[in-house]
């Protein structure tokens, strides 16, 4: 199955020369389900009731006979017929399913585009020995579209075209302070652009704006406090521990988020020391959706010398922290509040 590019699946698409088999994966779940409905909509453009040409199956538990059948009858009124297989989990599959499902794929009709999209479920494709035996299958029947996480540029680019479809205007600076606000989970940073248009009522989307409309998702909360904290601003750090504790966020759980951003500093620190830079990092740790926090660490590391120096004691601190979280009876809120001095004056 040749990997194909988004250029090259869009050139496809507005084309109409279709393959008679995808395979729609990848770590950007807002694009696998966008580039699966664009591509179905131009599969079944036609004058008649598209619901008859379209047939969806799922997984686990497929039916594989009424899959069959589905993939061999014939489009009524228009040039194809569209079968989509979504969230395909090959290890919950029967082995004799999996074998007829080869069998299906190595001889579908040209009247058929078969569709398998996973919308919801992740792949390892190269840890898994049935993924990897199966998708050598669709190297002569159709093309793989691998839809990773999009680089901070493409991310900014992203939601700045989106603003302006809505027509507002939204600069790089603040369209990555909506990023940080918001992680980069693009179905959730598509709505925080519509409410943002909405509340800005087709002028410019402002700093003072997003501050009034962007609620930060948990682990933005948190990377704001750790921001604090390394600002040596105390007063902002408790304000931001008072909001997450108020919002019922489990004390372990900001203490975890926490510690990664000290342990991105780390990583990144001691890469720099041996003359690697942080894609480096990124290769040897699992950094495939959260470069940003790598970038981050080494911006931070940059302005901020003495804590370089301080990282180790930092670390410590919150090793003891969570300890003392999970054995004793002493007030979380004291426990955390007492660590966030201790990491201010370290």
């Known amino acids: 199955m040749p990997i194909i590019t988004e250029s090259d699946f869009a050139a496809q698409i507005k084309s109409g020369n279709f393959k008679n088999a995808y395979f729609i994966c990848g770590e950007e779940k807002y694009l696998v389900d966008h580039y699966t409905r664009q591509l179905t909509d131009k599969i079944l453009q036609s004058k008649c009731n598209n619901s008859?040409?379209?047939?969806?199956?799922s997984s686990p538990e497929l039916d594989i006979d009424a899959l069959n059948s589905a993939v061999e009858a014939l489009p009524l009124m228009a040039p194809f017929k569209c079968v989509r297989i979504f969230d395909l989990n090959l290890d919950k599959e029967t082995l004799d399913t999996v074998k007829k499902l080869k069998g299906i794929i190595a001889d579908i009709p040209e009247t058929t585009v078969l569709?398998?999209?996973?919308p919801n479920l992740n792949?390892?494709?190269?840890?898994?020995?049935?993924?990897?035996?199966f998708i050598k299958l669709f190297e002569k029947h159709g093309d793989l579209l691998n839809l990773q996480a999009l680089s901070k540029p493409k991310l900014q680019r992203q939601i700045i075209n989106w603003a302006e479809k809505l027509?507002?205007?939204l600069s790089e600076k603040n369209a990555q302070l909506i990023i940080d606000k918001c992680g980069n989970n693009l179905l959730i940073l598509k709505n925080e652009i519509e409410k943002l248009c909405a509340y800005a009522n087709g002028s410019e989307i402002t700093s003072?704006?997003?501050?009034e409309v962007v609620v930060c998702n948990f682990e933005a909360n948190v990377f704001e406090l750790t921001k604090a904290i390394m600002a040596k601003n105390c007063d902002r750090a408790f304000e931001i521990l008072d909001i997450l504790l108020f919002k019922k966020e489990e004390p372990?759980?900001?203490?975890?988020?926490?510690?990664?951003?000290?342990?991105?500093?780390?990583?990144?620190?001691?890469?720099?020391?041996s003359g690697k830079n942080i894609q480096a990092v990124a290769e040897i740790f699992d950094y495939k959706r959260k470069m940003f926090r790598l970038e981050n660490a080494q911006t931070q590391l940059k302005y901020d010398v003495n804590l370089k120096k301080s990282l180790r004691g930092c670390i410590d601190l919150i090793t003891k922290t969570d300890v003392m979280l999970k054995s004793s009876r002493m007030d979380p809120k004291i426990l955390l509040e007492k660590l966030?001095?201790?990491?201010i004056i370290c």
């Open 340 to 343: 966030i001095v201790k990491l």
């Open 252 to 273: 372990i759980a900001i203490l975890s988020v926490m510690a990664s951003s000290y342990i991105d500093m780390c990583r990144v620190n001691a890469a720099l020391q």
């Open 123 to 133: 792949l390892d494709l190269k840890r898994s020995s049935r993924y990897s035996s």
């Open 208 to 211: 003072q704006i997003i501050d």
């Open 167 to 169: 027509s507002c205007t």
């Open 115 to 118: 569709i398998i999209s996973f």
């Open 52 to 57: 008859f040409n379209l047939q969806n199956f």
